[in-house]
């Protein structure tokens, strides 16, 4: 099943409005919803798409949007980071084809659309890229306007570098085959960004 | 798998290409499928690129990143110092390997030594330089190609043709025909979405079960002795995260000093290479896993390799190090879009695969000495290229440097002609004769075999014997 339509109107914050131009442009989705929304908001997204299962970052912003409770309530199973699975599970060779993988960018990049994955215990590296969907949960307080700025905070002097940052600016796509743009090659096939304000 | 010969010299170009420069690049030019493929991908790359220039300033991000990378390579052994410290502080491994027999030594040590059977890879240049995938293979070891193109191309046993895209000269029906081979199926589908979501499984299998990643290496920030690997499809992350093990491979001259530095290259590769103002994955690899992670590897090593390009530093070809590999070069030389890179014979095609092909495997070399001469020197790479590489002067001086001294003959038969031709009675008698002789030899206008130094000319094409040229 197609994702309902989300409303992507500009919201007159200059950042959030520019990071929903850039995420079309990436083939992404964006949506701009109120702390209160935000964990029914992602939930319906999901169910919209077809998802069976979302894997969780262990971040306490999930915990305090109450997203785990407003997946079950869609009849989603759900699972935390580290989820535990075996290899071959957890590379979506097994179980459920339709995995969602639920992340919470450190940063995103108004300009290019791109959300700033931090690997820590509770997010991992693999999260989104492993899953067929991909949601972050970014709240607006986050954004900034250019990668520089973003790579300066990431990499700030004094702060221990994260032992791995994925710059994710839309989903998987290859061009191999014949130069066409083919969304899902390896990562995922659709993302959608909720945007906390 | 492959049946691909390596170098025991740990030279660049491939060891089994067939016949002359000259030979497959007339085979190249009478493949039609080629040339269509090719055209293709060409128009479809210079009208987004077109858009970058416009849009973005891409022609003033270049200023800037010319002088990045100039910086860089004057700095060189300061910034790799750094880098090593720097990965080594954050748990990893650093290699410096003197050429790529060395590197590929290290790599299959180690695989060995932990018991590693399967080898998944990103796309990766520099372990194409290296014939890393053959040095594998010799030591009884799998590798699987994981980006889509590359591993249409391990499936038909071919080298790739473009940096970027290198299954570029193959269309939907030949990838098709070579994914039922491998599946030893019939049941593959045949559109593009089929195709790839094919090889999106059959690849899931591999990441599971390899005990090694080995990815490139687009970018190293000294500064935090970060690895900086850029991709589209989602497979160098996986390569980077899922195995035990990750080995990314790097050639020295890919360090930058830090953060700011890097912000700016990493904008200008995706827009040059392929028309689009970011990579959909940009993967920044600070050493292995850290205490209370759950994936990523155990273990990271970083390989990085001189194969000759250390003696390059304060040389007139110095500035071919600042190349970021993007491939505008390659799209937009006519030669290259007409005869595409495997005539090129090297990993790395095109006008700076031109350069630094023969430059790194030494000037003597049979199999790159005349790839220099792969040009018209109407300098279109040196205005695509993101950070301003003088090509086409570089082009000018490896010819020089591959090309014999002039004998005595020749020296004194040039001298002669440039005589005839300073003088407008000498010259107006010489054309007068020419225009006799065109018009014997000629027939319906045209001269099909003409004698002397107007045989080169003929060999590939007619000339004209009165202007304008009858249709």
Same mark, same amino acid.
């Given at each position: 099943?197609?994702?309902?339509?989300?409303?992507?109107?500009?919201?007159?914050?200059?950042?959030?409005?520019?990071?929903?131009?850039?995420?079309?442009?990436?083939?992404?989705?964006?949506?701009?919803?109120?702390?209160?929304?935000?964990?029914?908001?992602?939930?319906?997204?999901?169910?919209?798409?077809?998802?069976?299962?979302?894997?969780?970052?262990?971040?306490?912003?999930?915990?305090?949007?109450?997203?785990?409770?407003?997946?079950?309530?869609?009849?989603?199973?759900?699972?935390?980071?580290?989820?535990?699975?075996?290899?071959?599970?957890?590379?979506?060779?097994?179980?459920?084809?339709? @995995?969602?993988?639920?992340?919470?960018?450190?940063?995103?990049?108004?300009?290019?659309?791109?959300?700033?994955?931090?690997?820590?215990?509770?997010?991992?590296?693999?999260?989104?890229?492993?899953?067929?969907?991909?949601?972050?949960?970014?709240?607006?307080?986050?954004?900034?306007?250019?990668?520089?700025?973003?790579?300066?905070?990431?990499?700030?002097?004094?702060?221990?570098?994260?032992?791995?940052?994925?710059?994710?600016?839309?989903?998987?796509?290859?061009?191999?085959?014949?130069?066409?743009?083919?969304?899902?090659?390896?990562?995922?096939?659709?993302?959608? @960004? @909720?945007?906390?304000? | 798998?492959?049946?691909?010969?390596? /170098?025991?010299?740990?030279?660049?170009?491939?060891?089994?290409?067939?016949?002359?420069?000259?030979?497959?690049?007339?085979?190249?030019?009478?493949?039609?499928?080629?040339?269509?493929?090719?055209?293709?991908? +060409?128009?479809?790359?210079?009208?987004?690129?077109?858009?970058?220039?416009?849009?973005?300033?891409?022609?003033?991000?270049?200023?800037?990143?010319?002088?990045?990378?100039?910086?860089?390579?004057?700095?060189?052994? +300061?910034?790799?110092?750094?880098?090593?410290?720097?990965?080594?502080?954050?748990?990893?491994?650093?290699?410096?390997?003197?050429?790529?027999?060395?590197?590929?030594?290290?790599?299959?040590?180690?695989? /060995?030594?932990?018991?590693?059977?399967?080898?998944?890879?990103?796309?990766?240049?520099?372990?194409?330089?290296?014939?890393?995938?053959?040095?594998?293979?010799?030591?009884?070891?799998?590798?699987?190609?994981?980006? &889509?193109?590359?591993?249409?191309?391990?499936?038909?046993?071919?080298?790739?043709?473009?940096? *970027?895209?290198?299954?570029?000269?193959?269309?939907?029906?030949?990838?098709?025909?070579?994914?039922?081979?491998?599946?030893?199926?019939?049941?593959?589908?045949?559109?593009?979405?089929?195709?790839?979501?094919?090889?999106?499984?059959?690849?899931?299998?591999?990441?599971?079960?390899?005990?090694?990643?080995?990815?490139?290496?687009?970018?190293?920030?000294?500064?935090?002795?970060?690895?900086?690997?850029?991709?589209?499809?989602?497979?160098?992350?996986?390569?980077?995260?899922?195995?035990? *093990?990750?080995?990314?491979?790097?050639?020295?001259?890919?360090?930058?000093?830090?953060?700011?530095?890097?912000?700016?290259?990493?904008?200008?590769?995706?827009?040059?290479?392929?028309?689009?103002?970011?990579?959909?994955?940009?993967?920044?690899?600070?050493?292995?896993?850290?205490?209370?992670?759950?994936?990523?590897?155990?273990?990271?090593?970083?390989? *990085?390799?001189?194969?000759?390009?250390?003696?390059?530093?304060?040389?007139?070809?110095?500035?071919?190090?600042?190349?970021?590999?993007?491939?505008?070069?390659?799209?937009?030389?006519?030669?290259?879009?007409?005869?595409?890179?495997?005539?090129?014979?090297?990993?790395?095609?095109?006008?700076?695969? +031109?350069?630094?092909?023969?430059?790194?495997?030494?000037?003597?070399?049979?199999?790159?000495?005349?790839?220099?001469?792969?040009?018209?020197?109407?300098?279109?790479?040196?205005?695509?290229?993101?950070?301003? *590489?003088?090509?086409?002067? &570089?082009?000018?001086?490896?010819?020089?440097?591959?090309?014999?001294?002039?004998?005595?003959?020749?020296?004194?038969?040039?001298?002669?002609?440039?005589?005839?031709?300073?003088?407008?009675?000498?010259?107006?008698?010489?054309?007068?004769?020419?225009?006799?002789?065109?018009?014997?030899?000629?027939?319906?206008?045209? +001269?099909?075999?003409?004698?002397?130094?107007?045989?080169?000319?003929?060999?590939?094409?007619?000339?004209?014997?009165?202007?304008?040229?009858?249709?």
């Amino acid at each position: 099943m197609a994702p309902a339509q989300v409303s992507t109107a500009a919201v007159g914050d200059p950042l959030v409005d520019l990071l929903l131009e850039s995420l079309t442009r990436r083939k992404a989705t964006g949506q701009v919803v109120q702390p209160g929304d935000a964990g029914r908001a992602a939930a319906r997204w999901m169910a919209d798409a077809g998802v069976a299962r979302a894997v969780l970052a262990g971040d306490p912003l999930v915990d305090r949007i109450g997203l785990a409770d407003a997946l079950r309530r869609e009849g989603i199973d759900v699972l935390t980071w580290p989820t535990g699975l075996g290899k071959r599970e957890s590379m979506g060779l097994e179980g459920p084809i339709d @995995v969602c993988g639920v992340t919470v960018p450190a940063r995103a990049v108004a300009e290019r659309g791109t959300v700033v994955l931090e690997a820590s215990a509770g997010h991992g590296r693999g999260l989104d890229v492993t899953s067929r969907h991909h949601v972050a949960l970014l709240p607006a307080d986050r954004i900034v306007r250019t990668l520089g700025e973003a790579l300066a905070l990431t990499y700030a002097d004094g702060r221990a570098a994260p032992s791995a940052v994925s710059l994710v600016s839309g989903p998987s796509r290859s061009s191999d085959i014949e130069k066409i743009s083919t969304l899902g090659a390896h990562g995922a096939l659709t993302e959608h @960004v @909720v945007i906390i304000r | 798998m492959s049946t691909r010969r390596r /170098r025991a010299d740990g030279g660049v170009a491939y060891l089994d290409v067939q016949g002359t420069l000259r030979e497959r690049t007339v085979d190249a030019l009478r493949d039609r499928t080629l040339r269509g493929n090719l055209d293709t991908a +060409a128009t479809s790359w210079g009208e987004s690129r077109d858009a970058m220039r416009e849009g973005y300033g891409l022609d003033d991000m270049r200023e800037r990143a010319r002088e990045i990378r100039r910086s860089n390579i004057r700095n060189l052994p +300061a910034l790799l110092a750094e880098m090593q410290a720097n990965v080594r502080e954050a748990g990893g491994t650093v290699v410096r390997a003197a050429d790529g027999a060395e590197a590929c030594r290290y790599i299959t040590g180690l695989a /060995r030594a932990r018991g590693v059977k399967v080898v998944a890879k990103s796309k990766s240049m520099a372990t194409e330089e290296i014939k890393l995938n053959e040095a594998l293979q010799d030591a009884g070891i799998e590798v699987v190609e994981t980006d &889509l193109g590359e591993w249409i191309l391990q499936l038909a046993n071919e080298h790739p043709s473009h940096i *970027i895209a290198p299954a570029v000269h193959l269309n939907r029906e030949q990838v098709a025909a070579l994914f039922r081979e491998e599946a030893g199926t019939d049941e593959v589908p045949d559109d593009r979405e089929g195709l790839v979501a094919h090889a999106r499984v059959r690849l899931r299998e591999k990441f599971a079960e390899a005990g090694i990643g080995v990815s490139g290496v687009n970018l190293g920030v000294a500064s935090t002795g970060t690895v900086c690997v850029v991709e589209n499809e989602g497979n160098a992350r996986l390569v980077t995260s899922q195995p035990r *093990i990750h080995v990314a491979v790097m050639g020295m001259e890919r360090v930058v000093a830090d953060w700011d530095e890097a912000a700016h290259i990493l904008q200008v590769l995706p827009m040059a290479a392929i028309g689009q103002d970011a990579a959909n994955y940009v993967n920044l690899i600070t050493g292995p896993r850290r205490e209370g992670e759950s994936d990523g590897p155990e273990e990271f090593h970083l390989v *990085i390799i001189d194969g000759g390009r250390g003696a390059l530093r304060g040389t007139e070809f110095e500035e071919a190090l600042s190349c970021i590999r993007c491939g505008a070069c390659l799209y937009s030389c006519p030669m290259w879009r007409s005869v595409g890179g495997q005539a090129y014979g090297s990993p790395y095609s095109g006008p700076i695969g +031109a350069v630094i092909t023969p430059l790194l495997e030494g000037p003597s070399s049979p199999a790159s000495r005349d790839l220099p001469f792969m040009s018209s020197l109407c300098g279109a790479c040196g205005e695509a290229c993101p950070v301003g *590489i003088p090509l086409q002067d &570089l082009l000018v001086r490896a010819r020089a440097r591959s090309s014999s001294p002039a004998t005595r003959a020749s020296g004194l038969a040039f001298r002669a002609w440039s005589r005839l031709w300073r003088r407008p009675g000498t010259y107006r008698a010489w054309m007068a004769g020419w225009r006799l002789m065109l018009r014997a030899r000629g027939k319906d206008g045209w +001269a099909t075999d003409l004698p002397g130094p107007g045989a080169g000319w003929t060999q590939v094409r007619d000339m004209p014997t009165k202007w304008p040229p009858r249709r």
